[in-house]
């Protein structure tokens, strides 16, 4: 990368859940070396460690709630503290609500965290989120992302990025906390929208098209399009 040379990215990837938001970040940080910080990991690694903030913030992930501002900012500021997360990065699924991205936007104010910062908004078709949250396959070994209609691994039930055999459904993709998740977005995570717009730093994509098609897109949008690791600035 070039931080040394220019000033760091940071970029959030926003957007209901189902959009892809998971998909795109692992493509995209891997074609440009970056770290990702994936809120909703973040917190169920909390949950399955135990202690103070993962106990506290089970039950709000098991309703399809948001977990309460104050633990997750605090697990959001905690991250990027640590020294990958000082250049460049993407964030995914952070932040979820207006008492969030003020905390962001201070974190962004202090001079040693000067850079771009753009926001992509993953724009999609409400009817498409919920089946493609039904057919969510995850590999528990690598996290990545499938889907049993639209992105099978090449092997049934196998890892076409690992070789691990078991891909797993999560508990939170079920009917019911699809629903939830989805209400949830719209009152509290949408009006980021606007926040953001009248900061001018949101860029929204076609989430709907084709994974390859909607990875193309959003790195148009960065301006990351000259190939790997060139053009972070
Ligand atoms: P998010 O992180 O926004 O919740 P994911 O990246 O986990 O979304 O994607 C949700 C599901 O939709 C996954 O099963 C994934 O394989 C699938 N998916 C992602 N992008 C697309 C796409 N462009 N077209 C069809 N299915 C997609
Ligand atoms: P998806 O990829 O489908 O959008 P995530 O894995 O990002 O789902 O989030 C799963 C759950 O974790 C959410 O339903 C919510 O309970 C919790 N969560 C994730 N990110 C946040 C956040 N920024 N604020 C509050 N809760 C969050
Ligand atoms: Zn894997």
Redesign the pocket.
């Known amino acids: 990368m070039t931080e040394t040379t220019s000033l760091p990215t940071r970029t959030v990837f926003f ?1 209901p ?7 795109q970040a692992n493509l995209i940080a891997a074609h440009h070396d970056l770290p990702v910080m994936d809120m909703g990991a973040t917190i169920r690694k909390a949950i399955k460690q135990g202690g103070g903030a993962g106990d506290k913030a089970k039950s709000y992930v098991e309703r399809g709630a948001l977990v309460p501002p104050e633990i997750v900012i605090e697990m959001a500021m905690e991250r990027l503290a640590q020294p990958e997360f000082q250049g460049s990065w993407i964030l ?1 699924g952070f932040p979820r609500s207006i008492a969030q991205a003020e905390a962001l936007e201070a974190y962004l104010a202090q001079p040693e965290h000067a850079g771009r910062f753009v926001v992509v908004n ?1 724009h999609a078709d409400p009817e498409a989120l919920v089946s ?2 039904s ?3 995850i590999c528990p070994q690598c996290a990545t ?3 049993t209609q ?2 099978p691994p090449a092997q049934a039930d196998v890892c076409s990025e690992c070789g691990h055999h078991g891909l797993t459904r999560r508990k939170d993709d079920e009917p019911e906390v699809i629903r939830t998740r989805l209400q949830v977005y719209s009152e509290e995570t949408q009006p980021l929208i606007d926040f953001y717009s009248q900061r001018g730093v949101l860029v929204t994509v076609d ?1 709907m ?3 390859g098609t ?1 990875t193309a897109a959003v790195e148009t949008a960065l301006g990351w399009t000259n190939g790997v690791g060139t053009a972070h600035g």
Request: hydrophobic residues 30%.
């Open positions: 957007g859940p189902g959009a892809g938001k998971g998909t995914d993953f493609r949250l057919g969510r396959l992302v499938y889907n639209s992105n989430a098209q084709e994974i909607v």
